[in-house]
């Protein structure tokens, strides 16, 4: 891609980019590891659909994609998308599964049993069941993570060249030296790795402080009890935060600026209707909700257990895109509706110039991989592993 053919991608309108989608790597995969099988259901397409979001590096227009786990995918290899060149490419091949032959290495595919065997044994070690450790199989040693749900945990840090995320314990693969390296919250060896100590769940954030130069891991976003914490990549030490209230139900959350935005999914179960905003400055650490004007009829907010919110900032326009499932018609289907918040007037109003709804709609597992391009003034939106790509130019 370039200005020329870019100049050519017509505005105001979702268009589908041919050829895109992660699954085109199959075949390269297989021939890079002859033999290698996905032990999950989905196959390569799990990498994405399996509950996860990618690494964006908004100024180069690239991401990375890292996931799996559970049924879905035993593929824990690291892929980056590049729209210079609008193909996916490995970063980072996968671990070779026929290396776990014996290792009882069955769903869920985000534990590998040697290490959760060997953390059990040697209680004051710092191995856990999150890694590929193997004492009889050396060559299922290799220190990586398994597969898992990222969930919108994957973070690109371009002050360290790095990926990085906090689902379990913290992990940071570094893009200069190709290689990953773990950190256990607090120093807890991994037979006592819990929600208490650190443990980061698998549904949480992660966002990098550029000026304290300290990762925030939060596992808040599926009603989880367990607190957000923080790494100093200086002094390596942990610290527990309040990023948000203790505890609520689904909601997404972007970075803008010095400001850490969450828009929860509007009901009134967990106390999250009326509509709002619940913003984290990450300069005085204080944290406040912001209720939002709507026409939003608390009767018609989907009040059943969702984890499909979705939620980018525009800065071209300085307005929030959101979606989630609302009875917008009265007829009791909570189909998905688009809208856009302005910080400014804290209005929330209907928005069906976004709608997706021509390539699939929005999907239930998006996490974070709806977000905006400034560099392109672009929507992008990365549905499913199996699926082109979907860009939304702004008019």
């Known amino acids: 891609m370039n200005q020329a053919s870019w100049a050519l991608v017509p505005k105001g309108r979702w268009i589908e980019v041919a050829g895109t989608p992660l699954t085109s790597l199959d075949a390269e995969l297989k021939a890079a590891l002859p033999g290698h099988r996905d032990l999950g259901s989905q196959g390569l397409a799990g990498v994405i659909n399996a509950y996860s979001g990618v690494a964006v590096d908004a100024p180069h227009a690239r991401w990375w994609a890292f996931g799996g786990g559970h049924a879905d995918s035993s593929n824990n290899g690291l892929y980056r998308f590049d729209m210079a060149q609008m193909r996916w490419s490995i970063e980072q091949l996968p671990d070779n599964s026929a290396n776990w032959a014996g290792a009882n290495y069955v769903d869920p595919y985000s534990y590998y049993p040697p290490a959760a065997g060997y953390a059990r ?37 371009p002050d360290l060249q790095e990926v990085a995320f906090g689902v379990r314990r913290m992990w940071r693969y570094s893009l200069r030296t190709r290689t990953w390296k773990r950190h256990t919250p607090f120093n807890t060896p991994g037979a006592t790795y819990s929600g208490e100590t650190g443990y980061g769940g698998a549904a949480g954030w992660t966002f990098w402080d550029e000026v304290t130069h300290r990762y925030f891991f939060g596992p808040t976003e599926n009603y989880n009890y367990s607190r957000w914490w923080s790494f100093d990549t200086d002094d390596q030490s942990w610290k527990w935060e309040v990023v948000t209230p203790p505890a609520w139900f689904f909601a997404q959350m972007v970075r803008v600026d010095r400001k850490l935005v969450s828009f929860p999914n509007p009901q009134s179960a967990y106390g999250t209707f009326p509509p709002r ?114 860009v939304f130019r702004l008019p």
């Not at 070690?125 to 990586?144: I, K, L």
């Not at 018609?300 to 939620?311: K, N, P």
């Not at 307005?319 to 688009?338: L, M, N």
């Not at 992008?380 to 199996?386: A, L, N, Q, S, T």
């Open 121 to 157: 044994a040697h209680p004051d070690s710092d191995v856990f069941w999150d890694e590929f450790f193997d004492p009889d199989r050396p060559a299922a040693s290799t220190g990586n993570p398994v597969a898992r749900h990222t969930y919108n945990g994957l973070i690109y840090n």
């Open 277 to 390: 905003l619940v913003t984290y400055d990450l300069d005085t650490t204080k944290w406040e909700t912001l209720l939002l004007e709507s026409n939003l009829e608390l009767s018609r907010c989907y009040s059943e257990y969702f984890e499909g919110m979705i939620l980018t900032y525009v800065a071209s326009r300085q307005r929030y895109v959101a979606a989630f499932r609302y009875d917008g018609d009265g007829d009791g289907a909570f189909e998905y509706r688009t809208f856009e918040i302005d910080p400014g007037t804290l209005e929330l109003r209907e928005a069906p110039e976004y709608e997706a709804g021509a390539f699939g709609g929005w999907h239930d597992l998006v996490k974070n991989r709806f977000f905006y391009l400034a560099t392109l003034d672009a929507l992008i939106y990365v549905r499913k592993g199996e699926e082109n790509l979907r």
